[in-house]
């Protein structure tokens, strides 16, 4: 099958690159949240241009390289930047890294993004675990299915592990940072949303608003990957003043300035894995 044979030699170039390194954990982190990635000890660094079939990161804020390593005294491999359906990637190639991070071994993927913030008690720079999503983007796992991954209908009732939840909210409360949780929307991009489209997806349930990260966990879950998902709010999506734009550098600096935070827990949450 052509698409496991992408797979398995971006994986097998990985593993040479990294002498067979084994990492726990995945991290594919979003717009302006690569910061978490120079944490890492130990760094193999890999830029995505050197993998056979990987794509370009070409959005705003993604670095666009690999790194494995050790954070939180776990092997992790992190993406420093995703690719977007609003790129031009076809949903397989937008979600290959995670089923290439499912053959290198990993038993944890971790995603993060910078989000709209739809809910009204949302502001910027809040952290939102994302306990649930609606995906308005096309469903990857749409054609032929990849029998050796997953089922052709996996179940959905739990995109986001509950006890990697509890873990999260645990850890949060004992390191004094402040957490939100809600439901994520995904749409395709690349414009930013209308007023109305905003409170539609409010009156719809979202809390928060992107562009990304649901793919990826559709992908994890068909895999039986447990999956950890969070926000960075880096706008207010709820009340418009007749100046408000939204701007895709603010987007990103909103993302930096939040980013400490974010990778201050994600470190622990992999430390207590």
């Keep these: ?33 690569g910061g978490l990635a120079e944490t890492i000890e130990n760094k193999i660094v890999i830029p995505y241009a050197e993998i056979p079939n990987f794509a370009r990161s070409t959005a705003v804020g993604h670095k666009g390289n690999l790194i494995l390593g050790v954070l939180g005294g776990k092997n992790v491999i992190a ?64 054609g032929k299915n990849i029998d050796e991954f997953g089922p052709r209908f996996p179940d959905m009732t739990r995109p986001y592990d509950p006890k990697l939840i509890n873990l999260a909210e645990e850890l949060a409360d004992k390191l004094s940072i402040k957490l939100k949780k809600g439901v994520y929307l995904a749409g395709t991009g690349p414009t930013y949303e209308t007023p109305a489209e905003y409170g539609f997806f ?19 879950r068909h895999a039986s990957i447990p999956v950890f998902g969070m926000s960075v709010i880096t706008n207010e999506a709820h009340s418009f003043s007749e100046d408000y734009v939204n701007d895709g550098d603010d987007v990103v600096k909103a993302a930096n300035a939040a980013s400490e935070k974010m990778s201050k827990l994600f470190k622990a949450m992999i430390e207590n894995l």
């Design 79 to 142: 993406m420093q930047g995703r690719f977007h359906y609003y790129e031009g990637y076809g949903m397989d190639i937008v979600t290959m890294p995670v089923r290439v991070m499912k053959r290198l071994g990993i038993s944890y993927l971790f995603v993060s993004n910078a989000a709209g913030g739809i809910n009204p008690y949302f502001k910027v720079g809040d952290l939102m675990i994302i306990r649930d999503h609606i995906n308005l983007m096309p469903n990857p796992l749409i």
């Design 202 to 220: 409010g009156r719809a349930g979202a809390d928060a608003v992107g562009m990304s990260t649901v793919p990826e966990v559709i992908v994890a």
């Design 1 to 33: 099958m052509e698409s496991i044979r992408r797979i398995d030699e971006a994986a097998i170039y990985i593993r040479e690159r990294s002498n067979g390194f084994k990492p726990v954990a995945g991290i594919v982190l979003g717009s302006g949240l």
